[in-house]
């Protein structure tokens, strides 16, 4: 295979890739925290894209600054407000639920996941077929031979690495994090110690929300449009990528989401058997990996059992 | 609109009872079981997905409830088998395909890629098409069989891009043919875009923009204009007040439930009358000219239609800019 057309795949490759970690980071945010797994975030990534681009159109309509700019700011009030969603999810399903079986968390999230893709189904113009994502980046294209590379798309990986880089750094270096990190390991010893487990939930699942709106803000801005079941199999395989890295491990959830789109890249293109296998394909070996790493390949090595 | 127009002087009140089968096979068999098992619906006029059509017959044909499908295309859905209860109104894809291969080798396309779901009607087009491509010296160059709700296409698409078809053929429906276009475009497939029938809906110029322009699409039957009583149509249509237009195939739903209403004025509200009559090898009148069931229900169709976006709208081909040369598709 030519260079400039492998370097086309692996550009593809990691542009899905770096949509699937987004997501897939944020379920392991959930995880760390809590040990829930929040199924309808999939589907909050759906409603952040769906919320930047109303929010888009109200700007655009003001007419007061340029493309980019209606970007940013329509991305600013979209994550604030999917993040005000995302705190309401833990304040009034997920921490109500602390002391049930985590499975109860999963299917009343499932179910919300469902709830909200069919009011943007019903209740949306048009909400039933795609709609249309403008390109508010600049198209502008690079080629060399069969390598194409657009602005947009660059800009993208290097703001999505940001955020990704920027989440670790939160995580792990700030006092938020730190405060995550220990209601993560033991809820009560951090309650012990004076830090507001809810408080710290209820940041989570904010943060979680920014993430799955910039996850859906790409996704729009990447395929330019959306639709309201681009959130399941979103969801689908974010927490596919989440639980193959290793649930719990912020690298893993990337590592997953890279390996995800690697092996969906590699399904379509070198099957044998064709491209309509090659979800099959790549779940097969996701199994597989579960099979041999049961914790992830970046996660603990052995389950701790008491 | 015809169940709101029923004639004063109607022997029987008809109401109308709308079920969603959200275009997938399991809720159709869902609301299809739901219907046909109430005893006080008589008949169904359904479905416009072919996967769900194909989906549902068996229920129809188990709980004896005779329908007019007005949509889908699949031939399947009346050749598959020989249900009594089973009608159509408007044709198959294989007549649509059939034609769509002979106006495009008529254009000078040599090659193509197809791009199709993995449903039945994706399926059914891409076997179709490829039969009648053959018989016209046209060559399929890649074949690429993909879910109806996968998102990305890059893959796919960049690997089309190094094999530089002419055409790509899109088996599939709004939501996989707008994806497929969208994403030709940021990929830089320079090819033209050919779809079915299944795309012949604002809601493909609506996710497109200023994309959709000079995209194709065939739909069997002619063109609402030209049907015997299109304009009649049209002028009722407008004045009911509906939020959206009839779309391609609102005049064949329009057809089914006139057809039935005047077969049930006929025979009675009785489920067996009403099958009797439907297969009674008669003709009748409608806005699409005249209905005439074959042993299997299916009603001949004679004409298609090529349809082109030209200034955000599906426009005739006839009458386009396009066809008249002013303005030209993507050609090698």
């Known amino acids: 295979m030519p260079i400039d057309l492998l370097g086309q795949y692996l550009l593809n490759t990691v542009m899905l890739g770096l949509i699937y970690a987004l997501v897939a980071v944020g379920f392991t945010l959930f995880f760390g925290v809590m040990n829930i797994i929040q199924f309808s975030h999939g589907d909050i990534v759906m409603m952040g894209a769906f919320m930047c681009l109303y929010l888009v159109g109200a700007v655009a309509s003001a007419d007061i600054m340029p493309a980019p700019a209606q970007l940013i700011v329509s991305f600013v009030f979209a994550a604030a407000l999917l993040g005000f969603v995302g705190i309401a999810i833990g304040r009034f399903l997920v921490l109500p639920m602390k002391d049930a079986p985590p499975l109860n968390v999963l299917l009343i999230t499932l179910m919300l996941g469902t709830i909200i893709r069919e009011c943007v189904r019903l209740f949306v113009p048009g909400g039933s077929n795609p709609i249309r994502f403008p390109p508010l980046l600049s198209t502008e294209s690079y080629s060399l031979g069969k390598f194409t590379l657009r602005l947009d798309s660059a800009l993208m990986l290097i703001i999505g690495a940001a955020v990704l880089i920027g989440t670790r750094t939160l995580i792990k270096r700030t006092k938020l994090g730190l405060a995550i990190q220990a209601v993560g390991q033991d809820e009560e010893t951090a309650r012990i110690l004076g830090i507001d487990d809810r408080g710290v939930v209820l940041a989570t699942f904010a943060i979680g929300a920014g993430l799955a709106a910039v996850a859906g803000v790409f996704s729009g801005l990447y395929y330019n449009q959306i639709n309201f079941d681009m959130g399941l199999l979103l969801g689908v395989i974010g927490f596919s990528s989440a639980i193959v890295g290793g649930l719990g491990a912020l690298g893993g959830a990337v590592l997953g989401g890279l390996l995800f789109a690697s092996l969906q890249t590699f399904g379509t293109l070198a099957l044998p058997i064709g491209g309509e296998y090659k979800d099959i394909f790549a779940f097969t070996v996701v199994i597989a990996i579960m099979t041999w790493r049961p914790t992830g390949l970046l996660g603990e090595k052995y389950k701790e059992r008491v | ?332």
């Open chain 2, 1 to 332: 609109m015809r169940l709101r127009n029923a004639n004063a002087a109607s022997k029987y009140n008809y109401q109308l009872v709308v079920l969603d089968d959200e275009c997938k096979p399991s809720t159709g068999v869902q609301v299809a079981t739901k219907a046909a098992a109430d005893q006080t619906i008589v008949a169904g006029i359904t479905h416009y997905c072919s996967a769900v059509a194909i989906a549902t017959m068996g229920t129809y044909h188990r709980f004896n409830l005779p329908i007019v499908v007005w949509g889908s295309v699949l031939p399947e859905v009346t050749y598959g088998n020989k249900f009594p209860e089973v009608h159509r109104v408007n044709g198959t894809m294989i007549d649509g395909d059939r034609d769509a291969s002979k106006f495009m080798r008529s254009r000078g396309y040599k090659t193509w890629v197809v791009i199709h779901d993995t449903t039945d009607y994706g399926k059914g087009h891409l076997k179709y098409f490829s039969e009648a491509l053959n018989s016209d010296g046209g060559q399929i160059i890649g074949t690429f069989a993909v879910s109806s709700d996968q998102q990305d296409f890059t893959a796919e698409l960049t690997k089309i891009k190094s094999l530089k078809p002419d055409v790509v053929y899109v088996g599939g429906l709004v939501p996989l043919a707008v994806r497929v276009r969208s994403q030709m475009e940021k990929v830089g497939v320079d090819a033209q875009f050919q779809g079915t029938g299944g795309i012949l809906s604002d809601g493909f110029i609506a996710g497109l923009g200023k994309s959709a322009e000079g995209a194709l699409a065939f739909r069997e039957g002619a063109a609402v204009e030209k049907l015997p009583g299109g304009q009649k149509f049209l002028s009722l249509y407008e004045n009911q007040g509906f939020e959206g237009p009839p779309e391609a195939y609102g005049p064949f739903a329009f057809a089914a439930s006139d057809l039935l209403i005047d077969v049930i004025e006929k025979v009675g509200p009785s489920r067996s009358a009403i099958i009797e009559e439907l297969n009674a090898k008669k003709e009748w009148d409608s806005i699409i000219g005249k209905i005439a069931f074959d042993d299997h229900g299916q009603n001949t169709v004679s004409a298609t239609t090529l349809y082109v976006v030209q200034d955000g709208k599906w426009q005739v081909w006839d009458q386009s800019e396009y066809a008249s040369g002013k303005r030209h598709l993507n050609s090698k």
